[in-house]
């Protein structure tokens, strides 16, 4: 069944985020920063959190953000995440996307747009994506940072982005950045990029970074890039740029 018919017998979902929804989220955000002010230990972000997440399990996901977002959580943020365990993902976003993982509980994990398919990953966005994540304890621990993340298992992963990425990572031990991050399993993988890409990476331990990553496992991989892309990565131990 294609993707028109899907929709013509309501098999795809398409989300809209209304306008009153990130007023409420940001006076919740507000109320907490003024009772944690002046506390000694105040208390941590929650463990995962999302601007938007969306999870099918049979049908197809289909995200149109215009909003602006910013996301923070101690361990995984995301700015959106559009899942499908057995149709295709389409991602369309205009707004800009600050997400930051702080690392309360160790490592960390910051995400500006997941996308995941069973079948094919579709990511056009035109936002500005700023994406930190750091670790806050002394003991080793690893911090991931991804602008875009398309995923396919079957289908093809076709990115194509417009925005400015910012990707910041500060690590105890394992640093791995990656500004746009497309990979198929049996499909093609294509990213047209205009967009200007900063890494910044401080790692104790191994540092990883790339600008734009484009693999398949059977499939073909192709990056047409106009966008300046900038890494700069400080590591203790060894570092790796491509």
């Known amino acids: 069944m294609t993707r028109k018919n899907k929709a013509r017998y309501g098999l795809a979902r398409s989300y809209r985020i209304a306008p009153t929804v990130k007023i409420l989220r940001a006076a919740i955000m507000a109320g907490v920063v003024v009772t944690s002010v002046g506390t000694a230990n105040a208390a941590p972000l929650p463990a995962f959190n999302a601007g938007i997440s969306v999870y099918e399990p049979d049908i197809d996901v289909v995200i149109d953000n215009v909003y602006d977002y910013t996301v923070d959580a101690s361990f995984k943020a995301?700015?959106?995440?559009?899942?499908?365990?057995?149709?295709?993902v389409s991602i369309n976003n205009s707004g800009d996307l600050d997400v930051y993982a702080d690392g309360y509980y160790g490592s960390s994990s910051a995400y500006g747009i997941i996308s995941s398919?069973?079948?094919e990953s579709n990511v056009?966005?035109?936002g500005n994506i700023n994406v930190m994540a750091h670790t806050s304890l002394?003991?080793?621990n690893s911090a991931e940072a991804q602008?875009?993340?398309?995923?396919?298992?079957?289908?093809d992963s076709i990115v194509a982005n417009d925005g400015i990425i910012h990707i910041d990572i500060a690590s105890t031990g394992t640093g791995l950045?990656?500004?746009?991050?497309?990979?198929?399993?049996?499909?093609?993988v294509n990213v047209q990029n205009t967009g200007d890409i900063y890494i910044a990476?401080?790692?104790g331990g191994m540092a990883i970074a790339s600008g734009i990553e484009v693999s398949s496992r059977?499939?073909?991989?192709?990056?047409?890039?106009?966008g300046d892309i900038i890494i700069n990565v400080e590591s203790e131990s060894w570092a790796s740029l491509h």
Do not use: C, H, R
């Open 177 to 188: 950045a990656f500004g746009i991050n497309a990979y198929s399993g049996y499909g093609d």
């Open 147 to 155: 602008g875009i993340k398309s995923f396919a298992n079957t289908g």
């Open 124 to 126: 056009i966005n035109s």
């Open 218 to 226: 059977t499939g073909n991989g192709a990056v047409d890039n106009s």
């Open 138 to 140: 002394n003991n080793f």
């Open 117 to 119: 398919a069973y079948g």
């Open 201 to 203: 990476a401080d790692a």
């Open 78 to 88: 995301v700015g959106i995440s559009g899942i499908a365990n057995n149709g295709d």
